[in-house]
């Protein structure tokens, strides 16, 4: 049971480039998020997927967005990277708000 | 807004001695979720336990168990007998039960070291 994926592990973009950082998971799960973490700092959340069909903008969403593709997938694209982009991003999934949140592997982002 | 903290950046406990991490919150709700999350160097999210907060008893997990005090907002992991494979960062997280609320509001953590 492989859980919550994330491709690709680590991606080295230049200012301007755009990419697409894909998430999927095995667990039946309703809801998606989308997180950053920056040094020094816990998670936050940029993006999340309540459900199939629906988007939901979180704490830091600027400069991002998402397309839930089915209920397994779901993906995160920059369209045009600033090096304030550089972090590590986290997909989860849960059954739904009231349960727990299962994290992903992390795709390091370094944006020169 | 919902806030975590904790207290402590860095912590070091001697193999097979216990450890206790503080972590302390802001709400105005009165039923939530509170979550202890271990990151190791592989950078991987486990989660350690969770604890309702309408649950009076202390969740435990193994080794791990919580220290929830509601009306002081606090809410401490205890690490017993302490394992080299402990070794990581924690993360406390708080999360709202609103219909909406889907956020885990995240502490900036604290480093735990393991010394044999």
């Known amino acids: 049971n492989a859980g919550v994926t994330q491709t690709p592990k680590f991606q080295v973009l230049k200012t301007g480039q755009s990419m697409t950082l894909q998430c999927a998971q095995d667990?039946?799960?309703?809801?998606m998020y989308w997180y950053r973490q920056d040094p020094g700092m816990g998670l936050r959340l940029i993006y999340y997927s309540a459900s199939e069909g629906t988007t939901d903008k979180g704490e830091v969403p600027n400069g991002y967005n998402v397309s839930r593709l089915n209920k397994r997938e779901f993906s995160l694209r920059l369209e045009s990277a600033a090096p304030s982009q550089t972090s590590v991003y986290f997909c989860?999934?849960?059954?739904?708000?009231?349960?727990?949140?299962?994290f992903g592997p992390g795709t390091r982002l370094l944006v020169l | 807004a919902q806030t975590v903290t904790q207290s402590q950046p860095e912590m070091s406990v001697q193999e097979a001695e216990t450890v206790t991490l503080s972590c302390t919150y802001d709400t105005s709700e009165s039923d939530y979720y509170l979550f202890w999350y271990k990151q190791p160097p592989s950078r991987q999210m486990i989660l350690v336990i969770r604890q309702e907060a309408y649950k009076q008893q202390n969740a435990t997990e193994n080794r791990f168990s919580v220290n929830f005090q509601k009306a002081a907002k606090s809410f401490s992991l205890k690490i017993s007998d302490s394992q080299l494979g402990d070794a990581a960062m924690y993360f406390c997280?708080?999360?709202?039960?609103?219909?909406?609320?889907?956020?885990?509001?995240f502490g900036k953590g604290t480093l735990l070291t393991v010394n044999p």
């Open positions: 667990m039946n799960h309703n809801s």
């Open positions: 989860a999934s849960s059954q739904d708000n009231r349960e727990t949140q299962y």
């Open positions: 997280a708080y999360r709202g039960s609103g219909g909406s609320n889907y956020k885990l509001t």
